[in-house]
């Protein structure tokens, strides 16, 4: 009798297989090892399914620690807070926060610094980054940076924020054709940061499209060993539409200009917004990526970290959709485990706007791209607040820092409070 293991090996062979074309219309799983020609035509594997006993795998124990929470003011909300991690005998956490108006959506205006020297026990006062507030142009637009992910940059010993720009026509008016992938750069010896660059991108993508109103907030990059940076990135292919392709670009890095070398997939689905704020993790020599879309989530993987197997959409082990749509997840690797930080629906939350709270831990199973039902933990609760903009600093190979910015419920319970940054670390037991 066929074990269900083998039953399951065989379901996911005879997806692979050359004569599943409809499967693989761009032919990028037929290609022989070593070829690099990227995706033009990067359709969804949406048949993929996930077995209870797919793969046997090392399900990883977590222990979750709260950590001391920052609070925002009576005009801004602090959102988009993420952190990086300076080593040294006593590691310095920084973590940058965007100025944001209660009122209506997308309000950012400047950037501003916490830091800790004591693992988020404490946290200074923020303050203001000077050279990464908001600012009007001579043409009348005010432009703000934003969406930022600070991450150390080991080769260069820098700390390298990666984000995008948001662009206020008359200072009201959000333009989004005219979004940039933005960065800048800190030096750790001083504690000052640099000025808000930009990335100079191809004009054209593989398929000859126009590259507009590319960017990369809310995104999650991997440094490679030779300071390389592989950065994923999101644009439209053209002017007309608001529906994104994401991209994972190779950059070059010396400590100071972020440079393009090459980029491979370009995955996209036509519905709606398409697929955008990729997020890119390394695990146990592969490279995955998941991927926002309005009406669901999409994950894929690949050996080089910048080509990609065809897209599926996220599901549990058990087969089920896992629910998350139209909000960011990013990756999260400790112990001997790839882990998703994620929303979703389905968890008694319908009055919670998008279902983004609460904020949800699963270890995800390296072979059939599935979360574990079984190891799904809440990190953050649910309290009448959205948690949709979260963020993960790698601290060593057992801890990781999961940073989220509230966005309080305009009818809620909590109305008229000072919204939260809340700060979780997740801990592999050994």
Known sequence: MLTRQWISFCFAVLMLAPNAGAQDPSGILQQPVGVKKPSVDHQPLLTWGCAEEALPFAKVALRIEMLTPIKGTERWDWWQARTAQVPGEEPLWVTTMSET??????????IYQTVSRDGGENWSEPTIIPSLK????????????GDLT????AKTEVVLTTGKTFNFEGGEREIFTREKVSYAVMNPESGEWGPMKFLVMPDKDHSGKIIVAANAGNHQRVDLHNGDILLPVRYQRGAERRNYTSVVV?????????TYKEH????NIPQDRGLYEPSLTEFDGKYFLTLRADQSAFVTKGVDGINFEPIREWKFDDGTL????NTQQHWLTVGDGLFLVYTRKGADNDH??????????????????????ATERILIPENHATLGNS???????HESLVSCGEGLMRLGKRKGELNKVHFVKVVAEK
């Open 101 to 110: 108006g209660k009122k209506v959506s997308h309000d950012f205006h400047d």
């Open 250 to 258: 190779r950059c070059g890095f010396d400590g100071e200009t972020l």
């Open 322 to 325: 896992l629910g998350s749509y």
């Open 134 to 145: 908001r600012a009007k142009q001579d043409d009348g637009f005010e432009v703000a940076i």
């Open 352 to 373: 919670v706007f998008r279902h983004r709270a609460p904020l949800f831990i699963g270890q995800v199973h390296p072979e059939t791209l599935c979360v574990i039902r």
């Open 391 to 397: 963020g993960v600093c790698r601290l060593n190979d």
């Open 150 to 153: 600070p991450t150390w940059h």
């Open 264 to 267: 491979g997939s370009e995955l």
